[in-house]
T-cell receptor
């Protein structure tokens, strides 16, 4: 099993450009998440999904959109990138284990917006 | 609102010394607490969860509801423990995690 994979690993955008980050998981997990990691701020939840075709806002959703058309994929879109979106983005998926939900993380995507 | 606070951004101890990473939470309901770890050039992974009452790699963490804390402890630190550690709170009934700011632990030889 590849677990959780993210594409691309690195990307540099100019202000105003758009892009889509792809997250894929092969563990048949119901739940998927997108986080951003910034120095001194930990991981903050952007959007999440509790199943195919459903999405919900997290703590910092502004400027991002998501889609979950297939159970194994969760896409994060930036329609008009801003320098404040420079960050490392992590995708995760989760399953119920031992009465609680354990999240499995991808390797991250480092995005720089100039 | 739910909140997780890790007061130390950086923590440095010598090999063989005890280590304690602090975590405090704010939540009015029944919390589920976790510690996640990110070693250099590796992805974030679950270290331990309070519901399991387990010891992983020599680390333990006890949930103290009175002090709303979930500190991570290890009696004798090893160099391979150097990593970024995140405390996280799961709201009961929800499948979301709230993370603390993280503590970078460095074990000196």
């Amino acid at each position: 099993n590849a677990g959780v994979t993210q594409t691309p690993k690195f990307r540099v955008l100019k202000t105003g450009q758009s892009m889509t980050l792809l997250c894929a998981q092969d563990m048949n997990h119901e739940y998927m998440y997108w986080y951003r990691q910034d120095p001194g701020m930990g991981l903050r939840l952007i959007h999440y999904s509790v199943g195919e075709g459903t999405t919900a806002k997290g703590e910092v959703p502004d400027g991002y959109n998501v889609s979950r058309l297939k159970k194994q994929n969760f896409l994060l879109g930036l329609e008009s990138a801003a320098p404040s979106q420079t960050s490392v983005y992590f995708c995760a998926s989760s399953r119920l284990a031992g009465g609680t939900y354990e999240q499995y993380f991808g390797p991250g995507t480092r995005l720089t917006v100039t | 609102a739910q909140r997780v606070t890790q007061p130390e951004k950086l923590l440095s101890v010598f090999k063989g010394a005890p280590v304690e990473l602090k975590c405090n939470y704010s939540y009015s309901g029944s919390p589920e607490l976790f510690w996640y770890v990110q070693y250099s050039r590796q992805r974030l992974q679950l270290l331990l969860r309070h519901i399991s009452r387990e010891s992983i790699k020599g680390f333990t963490a006890d949930l103290n509801k009175g002090e709303t804390s979930f500190h991570l402890k290890k009696p004798f630190a090893q160099e391979e423990d150097s990593a970024m550690y995140y405390c996280a709170l799961s709201i009961q009934g929800a499948q979301k995690l709230v993370f603390g700011q993280g503590t970078r632990l460095t074990i000196n030889p």
